[in-house]
């Protein structure tokens, strides 16, 4: 059976194409759809369906601009209510592409439309099954979500729904089944996915927390809810986005391609209040930078961060990309519904620095002047990675603020006295660096390579701490 898994690394996601005899369907598509077009184009096929697994809260997808570019007939599961023409499927519906059969399970829990497809091949074998956020790799996608949405839903009654139907209706089938989820190691829609993008439903049964046969509903309702932290403040707007509609991508884009001289990007910035989003990598960015601008590098994961960093999905940005680097910028935007960009740096930083412009700069420090210099001084040290990964080994003394809880705790922070921060590896601590300078914050230092290269030096790590209970 001709299963292709598309996979995009900055949003842990995962979209699926089927073709057989000339009829392809598409499954969860990322914002820029013509990459499915032309997958379709190569196999002289027919995109016949755009299958939706649920309303999507970490991306918006491209169901709209693909049923509008090929004729597709949109498909979601039922109780699912979108503002736009589609099908609403009931459960157990078949569909057929060529010879092949996906045979639609409605598998509420994460949402209450979400729905798993079962793949079927020409021989009526059952080969896989499409899960979206319902059964993940290693996980199952968190109750939680569509309550910020739909009030009188609450994430108890959603963990209760996704109990019944993981043991109803995905439980039973074949072990041999390829699980073909959503979401992979990243995606904030779970809490402890693997890094693998697919399994056997037989060994999922084995090693997946989730899916333990003696396991109670009530020791899975808690034991899902157990540690989830808040989910992103873009989330509901995607889904909103998602179920309302939303501008075709290629207006989006040709609104945003406007090139701004140094003198009117910054009149603009002072006139719109827009943020000045720099998307250049954290060493040049601290090397030199337009004041009052923050760092969110296109090498990263980038969509998330901007969706976890800039909670309103339609405040005003102004780009500043390395050159040749706009549209990228802006088409990953668009994939979690950044759609108000007014302009870019024409030439880039370069031309901000020709015409005199001011620049801004962060203190950066080496692992090795870290351990020589300033932990003499015992400055404060500020852990800004994830709360499982401060438990799993941090510096001795350090205080975990994790980067998308800086805002919150700025008042932990001083500025009559010197700190550190450090991430990972440098891409979390500079947006935290460049958010702290846009605030005022001016006497700290970043850790270049962060806990990666402090681990090579002699500084004292301490070790496990206690069980993770948060990501």
């Not at 196999?43 to 090929?70: P, R, W």
């Not at 509901?236 to 989006?252: A, E, H, R």
């Not at 209040?273 to 004041?291: E, M």
């Not at 015409?355 to 040290?381: C, H, Q, V, W």
Request: charged fraction near 25%; glycine fraction near 8%; aromatic fraction near 8%.
């Amino acid at each position: 059976m001709k299963i292709e898994q598309i996979y995009t690394g900055c949003l842990a996601h995962a979209a699926y194409y089927i073709e057989n005899k000339g009829e392809a369907a598409i499954f969860d598509p990322l914002r820029e759809v013509q990459p499915y077009i032309d997958r379709a184009k190569k196999d002289n096929a027919k995109i016949k369906y755009v299958f939706e697994t649920h309303f999507h809260a970490d991306f918006v997808s491209g169901h709209l601009d693909l049923q509008k570019k090929t004729g597709a007939q949109i498909v979601f599961g039922p109780t699912a209510k979108p503002s736009y023409d589609a099908l609403i499927a009931t459960d157990n519906q078949i569909f057929k592409i060529g010879d092949y059969t996906i045979k639609l399970l409605h598998t509420p829990g994460h949402t209450m439309e979400s729905s798993s497809f079962l793949l079927i091949d020409e021989n009526n074998t059952e080969k896989g099954i499409i899960t979206g956020d319902t059964l993940f790799i290693g996980d199952v996608g968190r109750p939680d979500l569509a309550q910020h949405v739909v009030s009188e839903l609450t994430e108890e009654i959603l963990a209760g729904h996704l109990y019944d139907s993981l043991r109803n209706k995905i439980m039973p089938l074949d072990d041999t089944l390829i699980v073909y989820p959503n979401h992979g190691a990243g995606s904030a829609c779970g809490k402890m996915m693997s890094k693998e993008t697919t399994d056997t439903l037989g060994h999922q049964k084995e090693v997946n927390y989730a899916l333990r046969a003696d396991m109670t509903k009530e020791e899975f309702i808690k034991e899902l809810l157990t540690g989830l932290t808040a989910p992103p403040a873009y989330f509901p707007q995607n889904v909103l986005l998602n179920i309302k509609g939303y501008d075709n991508l290629d207006t989006v884009l040709e609104r945003a391609k406007k090139p701004l001289n140094p003198t009117n990007f910054e009149v603009i910035a002072n006139e719109t209040g827009a943020i000045v989003l720099d998307t250049r990598d954290a060493s040049d960015f601290a090397k030199a930078h337009i004041p009052n601008s923050i760092n969110i590098g296109i090498n990263g994961s980038f969509a998330q961060w901007v969706g976890e960093m800039i909670p309103n999905v339609k405040q005003e940005i102004l780009l500043v990309t390395y050159p040749e680097q706009e549209e990228e910028s802006l088409t990953r935007l668009s994939r979690v519904g950044y759609d108000n960009t007014i302009g870019f740096l024409g030439g880039g930083l370069p031309s901000w620095r020709k015409a005199g412009k001011e620049i801004d700069r962060i203190n950066r420090i080496t692992s090795k002047e870290f351990e020589a210099g300033y932990i003499a001084k015992m400055p404060l040290i500020i852990d800004i990675r994830k709360k499982s990964e401060y438990n799993s080994e941090h510096v001795i003394g350090a205080i975990n603020i994790p980067l998308n809880e800086i805002n919150q705790r700025l008042a932990e922070l001083p500025k009559e006295k010197p700190f550190v921060i450090y991430c990972a590896g440098g891409y979390r601590s500079m947006i935290a660096a460049s958010i702290l300078k846009q605030r005022g914050w001016d006497d700290f230092a970043d850790v270049i390579g962060g806990f990666t290269d402090i681990k090579e030096t002699d500084l004292k790590i301490s070790d496990y701490i206690c069980p993770t209970t948060q990501l």
